[in-house]
């Protein structure tokens, strides 16, 4: 009895290790946000198959929406991240908010593929300005638990991915695709406005009496020492990987497993689902044996999924062999915090941002790749491809220390 409640004691002393390092309230509205700013980018590569059929376009051109929409979400880092350490996140995360609404209520309302094209754009933007402030929030509240509040962030966003994919493929079937993403339109205010009472007006250190230009002085020293170079690598082969496994696993179930598309969107239900226990147990070894460690302990576990997949062909082995693919999020929170650990506090907003604009811009190029060999007939080989970069990924990990010490 007593080896049986171990595990629940332990969560719970996590849970409240969490509360007393830092305000809970905050880092469940800011979760929120997270919930609904990455579900909807996942709900978007969920309805595509409905929305291109409606359009008539290639996997080559459904891997351009995609690459369009983190391109646009990429652009939006940086300056999200400059403005809040000038304005204050508050003002940038509810924002943000009700940006990524307008964005929805354009693709509801949208009859052309052109206009679709725009609500791609307006949706990147809206959820880019949310991605880096997000973390910058928790990382200024969070000091002794900070990984672990970023696994718990970053699990609200696989909540999200599971629940508003499955409750957005409901919807469509029902309604349609546009209100696939039209429903979630009633969240995302009340999350806006969640997110002014909650969050004070500014939680990380401000810059003084700094002036922009010293800022950015400031932040273009940081970004060039060795040391954020190496994590920005390993940060730009993350989400390289990302993009591009998140982009195409249904399509590749049904075009090259046989998999019908109701079934197909389970096991990308699925995915999330698992990467939520997954997260938070990395936040927990992360803070407990480092950064590092978790990312090379869960990237390694995936590789073997990426091979599996190509040639596994019952269904509850593609159950299994997607459990596994899914420990590869279990290094995002780990790199995102090893990311923000490399700058200098008071210009992280600024900082993570222009990373983070660098690295999932970079990340971007992932899917029109994927659709490109997918529509050469080369679906297996991409998906191997794809499996070597995350091989290489937690190679670097290995050593990206290491390395950015050597060169400083």
């Known amino acids: ?78 300056p999200g991240g400059a403005i809040a350490d000038i304005v204050g996140e508050r003002l940038v995360l509810a924002g943000s908010i009700l940006l990524s609404a307008g964005a929805v209520s354009v693709i509801v309302l949208s009859t052309t593929v052109e206009t679709f094209v725009l609500a791609t754009v307006l949706l990147g933007l809206g959820t880019g300005l949310f991605g880096t402030t997000r973390l910058t929030v928790i990382s200024a509240l969070f000091d002794q638990m900070r990984t672990t509040a970023i696994s718990v962030n970053q699990a609200a966003g696989n909540v999200g991915n599971v629940v508003l994919s499955a409750s957005a493929g409901f919807v469509s079937v029902y309604l349609g695709w546009r209100w696939g993403f039209g429903f979630l339109l009633p969240m995302m205010v009340a999350c806006a406005i969640g997110l002014w009472i909650a969050l004070p007006r500014r939680a990380s250190p401000a810059t003084g009496d700094e002036s922009f230009r010293q800022t950015m002085r400031k932040v273009a020293a940081a970004v060039r020492r060795p040391p954020v170079l190496a994590v920005t690598a390993l940060l730009s082969l993350n989400m390289f990987l990302y993009q591009s496994l998140t982009g195409f696993l249904p399509t590749y179930l049904v075009a090259q497993k046989g998999v019908d598309p109701g079934s197909a969107a389970t096991l990308y239900s699925l995915f999330f689902a698992a990467a939520i226990g997954v997260q938070f147990l990395s936040g927990i070894v992360a803070d407990r044996r480092g950064n590092r460690v978790a990312i090379i302990v869960f990237i390694s576990l995936s590789v073997p999924g990426f091979v599996l997949l190509t040639v596994v062909e019952t269904f509850s082995a593609l159950v299994a062999v997607t459990v596994l693919l899914s420990f590869f999020l279990g290094a995002m929170p780990p790199v995102n915090a090893a990311g923000l650990a490399s700058l200098p506090p008071e210009i992280q907003g600024s900082g993570f941002g222009l990373l983070r604009t660098g690295y999932i811009a970079f990340g971007a190029l992932g899917p029109p790749a994927v659709g490109l060999l997918a529509d050469a007939g080369r679906f297996d080989a991409a998906f191997l491809a794809l499996g070597v970069v995350a091989l290489a990924t937690s190679a670097w990990a290995i050593v990206f220390e290491r390395v950015g010490r050597m060169l400083s």
């Open 1 to 78: 009895m007593g080896a049986l409640s171990r595990p629940g004691s332990f969560l719970i002393g996590t849970l409240s290790d969490i509360r007393e390092d830092g305000p809970v309230s905050i880092l469940l509205v800011v979760s929120l946000g997270w919930f609904l700013t990455l579900g909807v980018r996942i709900v978007y590569p969920a309805l595509l198959p409905q929305v291109t059929a409606e359009f008539g376009v290639s996997n080559a051109t459904t891997g351009a929406f995609i690459g369009l929409l983190w391109t646009t979400y990429a652009l939006l880092q940086f």
